[in-house]
């Protein structure tokens, strides 16, 4: 249902900080005080009162596994051997296959910090990939749309991943496409908004803030 973002009818609860589980706890000051709090600010991790936005309230409803969530996501981000260019190149993408808001108003604005233009962005949220890329993030861009579409790899773009990116560099694109298509899940399942006052980057809604 396109209406239950706008209305707000978000489907979990959504503790403050006062009211989590030391469990909980753990996960919250992971998400809040880990390599995600540091540097610019480019989208709202909290709300006023302290409460988590977008996929990462879910991770203190199931703290073991959302701990383990959290840790992937920081990892992908933070640990992988891609640049920041490529890893925000393939997360805009399967935020664009997924019509995921959440993603496209998070990452846009890092990946326009990490030097894409206005053009580029566009581009990309109109599916098509910029030519102004250079080759290893125009690359990047072809693999995370095959794995998005295809829900495989084919041989031979297999084999110029490897030989352009590293064996060790694909395996965590892949893992960084799954990852971020699990968030999308969770953001639909559970008809998670966006935070208080921020458009929709993308047109037409449907639940858990994604497009169709």
């Known amino acids: 249902m396109a209406d239950d973002q706008a209305q707000g009818l978000r489907r979990l609860s959504r503790p403050v900080p006062e009211e989590l589980s030391p469990s909980a706890r753990v996960v919250y000051d992971a998400i809040t005080g880990g390599a995600r709090s540091k540097g610019p600010k480019y989208f709202q991790l909290v709300d006023d009162h302290g409460r988590l936005e977008g996929p990462f309230n879910a991770m203190l409803l ?6 383990a ?3 992937l996501g920081a990892a992908i981000r933070f640990q992988s051997t891609l640049t ?3 890893r925000e190149v393939a997360i805009l993408v399967v935020a664009v296959a997924a019509g995921s808001n959440f993603e496209w108003y998070a ?5 326009q910090a990490n030097g894409l233009t206005d053009d580029e962005l566009s581009q990309i949220k109109h599916g098509t990939c910029p030519s102004s890329l ?3 993030e125009r690359l ?7 794995l998005v579409s295809q829900r495989r790899l084919h041989d031979v773009d297999f084999d110029l991943a490897v030989s352009q990116l590293s064996e060790q560099t694909l395996v965590e694109l892949v893992y960084l ?3 971020y298509e699990l968030l999308d ?3 639909r399942a559970f008809r998670t908004p966006l935070p208080e006052g921020v458009p929709s980057p993308f047109s037409s809604l449907s639940e858990g803030g994604t497009a169709t």
């Open 134 to 136: 250079p080759g290893r």
């Open 69 to 71: 969530v959290q840790a």
């Open 140 to 146: 990047v861009y072809q693999v995370t749309s095959e």
């Open 107 to 111: 990452h846009a604005p890092i990946a």
């Open 84 to 86: 920041e260019r490529e």
């Open 177 to 179: 496409v799954g990852y």
């Open 62 to 67: 199931a703290p073991t596994i959302g701990n």
């Open 185 to 187: 899940l969770s953001l």
